[in-house]
């Protein structure tokens, strides 16, 4: 063990407890290929807690029923829990109302109704949308489909080498036709953090609206949309150690209560005849049919737990597990970090001298580290790095040093093998 390694586990003791942390996910007790998992591949999905998986658990074996229609007692029950969830999510966000929380099966469903319903109701042909060189192709390919339907314009941030988003080139991109910018908080495949309230503020200054993808931002810091400003925050649920199947869109509810419906269906109707039909309003009118009822409550809990915690410890804990990371994958011989931003999130690209990023993933899972191997939903990014993949380390609340210990070894096995 190096001094700064020590001094770093003795550090996160004091404030942090990763044991116990680690204790609360059962998946992390896994042996892979005969070794401990080192599961280094949170930022594409994150492990459960057993709160979650327990909550969840007994939401379907003794308060299930459906929501919103029964008068009888489990469906009410199943109702209280629902919108008490939409309660703990609008407090997480701290939102105006939980009205303005609306539940989607995930980020990719929540920018692609923000797409077609505000999409064609507030842009026209000519209409300019920013959106930055890093983003998730679920913020890019909803806005082509839009250009496609109505023909509006899409531009795009650059970045520099390092990853830093360009704030200069964002200012000369804004005009009096950028009606919307939709930006990521943090890059999913550099870990680059956005200065979105600084992007806020300069789209304000032209009248234009901000939507934020907060998927890789909401689980590494804490996010409160009515200090940000924007008009639309949105993030998944699988990703901050809740259920899969849920995401959330959060919108100023003025706005959200202007945009027509993006699905039609029960639960979002006032009156249905078969001349006209009228609509509720948010957030009912986005959740149409049954909603993700277990979920919404699964994620509730995923929420009380990281609170519990505390994000600020979470995110001090990651961010020296970052800084140990990066030291130590630095001194791997011929490993190059992709993103090397001035303010990053835990998440860690990297390219092998003369190996695929696919073989890097296979060969060290065979020692039970499991990293991202790919384009990571971002290929306009890693055209503008001239690359086919990338490997990537993304780090949780619950990974140590020891994770990272066995991700070193692991790529010098790699390397012993292409040697
Ligand atoms: C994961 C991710 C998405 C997509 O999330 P889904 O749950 O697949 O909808 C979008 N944007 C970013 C930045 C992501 O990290």
Same mark, same amino acid.
């Given at each position: 063990?190096?001094?700064?390694?020590?001094?770093?586990k003795?550090?996160?003791?004091i404030?942090?407890n990763?044991?116990?942390?680690?204790?609360d996910?059962?998946?992390?007790?896994?042996?892979?290929?005969?070794?401990?998992l080192?599961?280094?591949?949170? +930022?594409?999905s994150?492990? %459960?807690?057993?709160?979650? &998986?327990?909550?969840?658990?007994?939401?379907?074996?003794?308060e299930?029923?459906?929501?919103?229609?029964?008068?009888? #007692?489990?469906?009410?029950?199943?109702?209280?829990?629902?919108?008490?969830?939409?309660?703990?999510?609008?407090?997480? =966000?701290?939102?105006k109302?939980?009205?303005?929380?609306?539940?989607?099966?995930? *980020?990719?469903?929540?920018?692609?109704?923000?797409?077609?319903?505000?999409?064609?109701?507030f842009?026209?042909?000519?209409d300019?949308?920013?959106?930055s060189?890093m983003?998730?192709? $679920?913020?890019?390919?909803?806005?082509?489909?839009?250009?496609?339907?109505?023909?509006?314009?899409?531009?795009?941030v650059?970045?520099?080498d390092r990853g830093?988003? =360009?704030?200069?080139?964002?200012?000369?991109?804004l005009? !009096?036709?950028t009606?919307? *910018?939709?930006?990521?908080?943090?890059s999913n495949?550099?870990g680059?953090?956005?200065?979105? %309230?600084?992007?806020?503020?300069?789209?304000?200054?032209i009248?234009?609206?901000?939507?934020?993808? +907060?998927?890789?931002?909401?689980?590494?810091?804490?996010?409160?949309?009515?200090?940000?400003?924007?008009e639309?925050?949105a993030?998944?649920?699988?990703?901050?150690? +809740?259920?899969?199947g849920?995401?959330?869109?959060?919108?100023?509810?003025?706005?959200?209560n202007?945009?027509?419906?993006?699905?039609g269906?029960?639960?979002?109707?006032?009156n249905?005849t078969?001349?006209?039909?009228?609509y509720?309003?948010?957030?009912?009118?986005?959740?149409?049919?049954t909603?993700?009822?277990?979920?919404?409550?699964?994620? $509730?809990?995923?929420?009380?737990?990281? #609170? !519990?915690?505390? &994000?600020? @410890?979470?995110?001090?804990?990651?961010? @020296? =597990?970052?800084?140990?990371?990066?030291?130590?994958?630095?001194?791997?011989? +011929?490993?190059?970090i992709?993103?090397?931003?001035?303010?990053?999130?835990?998440i860690?690209?990297?390219?092998?001298?003369?190996?695929?990023?696919?073989?890097?993933?296979?060969?060290?899972?065979? @020692?039970?580290?499991?990293?991202?191997?790919?384009h990571?939903?971002a290929?306009p990014?890693?055209?503008?790095?001239e690359?086919?993949?990338?490997a990537?380390?993304s780090?949780?609340?619950y990974?140590?040093t020891?994770?990272?210990?066995?991700?070193v070894?692991? &790529?010098?096995?790699? @390397?012993e093998?292409?040697?």
């Open positions: 063990m190096t001094a700064s390694n020590m001094i770093l003795l550090d996160s003791e404030d942090y990763v044991s116990s942390v680690r204790a996910f059962p998946a992390l007790s896994l042996e892979i290929n005969g070794y401990p080192a599961f280094l591949d949170s +930022g594409a994150a492990q %459960k807690p057993i709160q979650v &998986l327990d909550r969840m658990d007994r939401a379907y074996r003794s299930y029923a459906n929501v919103h229609r029964g008068a009888y #007692t489990l469906s009410q029950l199943a109702t209280d829990n629902y919108e008490n969830a939409r309660i703990t999510v609008a407090n997480f =966000l701290n939102a109302t939980p009205d303005e929380i609306i539940f989607t099966r995930n *980020v990719t469903a929540a920018i692609n109704l923000v797409a077609y319903s505000y999409g064609r109701t842009l026209r042909a000519g300019e949308i920013i959106i060189h983003e998730h192709h $679920a913020n890019i390919v909803p806005w082509q489909l839009l250009r496609d339907a109505i023909g509006i314009e899409i531009k795009v650059p970045i520099d830093n988003f =360009l704030m200069e080139e964002f200012e000369k991109l005009g !009096s036709k009606k919307l *910018v939709a930006v990521t908080q943090v495949v550099l680059t953090i956005l200065p979105i %309230k600084e992007i806020v503020r300069q789209a304000h200054n009248g234009a609206h901000v939507l934020i993808d +907060g998927c890789q931002g909401i689980v590494h810091e804490s996010v409160d949309v009515q200090d940000l400003d924007a639309f925050y993030f998944t649920g699988h990703k901050l150690y +809740g259920p899969s849920i995401g959330v869109l959060w919108g100023k509810l003025d706005l959200l202007e945009m027509p419906p993006y699905e269906g029960g639960d979002m109707i006032e249905v078969f001349e006209k039909t009228t509720r309003e948010a957030p009912a009118r986005f959740e149409a049919g909603p993700p009822i277990v979920e919404a409550v699964g994620l $509730a809990t995923a929420i009380d737990y990281v #609170t !519990s915690i505390g &994000l600020e @410890k979470i995110a001090n804990h990651e961010s @020296k =597990l970052l800084t140990y990371a990066t030291n130590e994958l630095a001194q791997i011989d +011929g490993l190059r992709i993103g090397q931003a001035d303010h990053k999130a835990p860690i690209s990297f390219v092998l001298d003369g190996v695929h990023p696919h073989d890097i993933g296979t060969i060290i899972d065979s @020692k039970g580290v499991a990293v991202r191997a790919g990571h939903c290929q990014l890693m055209d503008r790095y690359l086919a993949a990338t990537r380390a780090l949780a609340m990974n140590n020891d994770d990272i210990d066995q991700l070894d692991a &790529l010098n096995y790699v @390397k093998i292409f040697s």
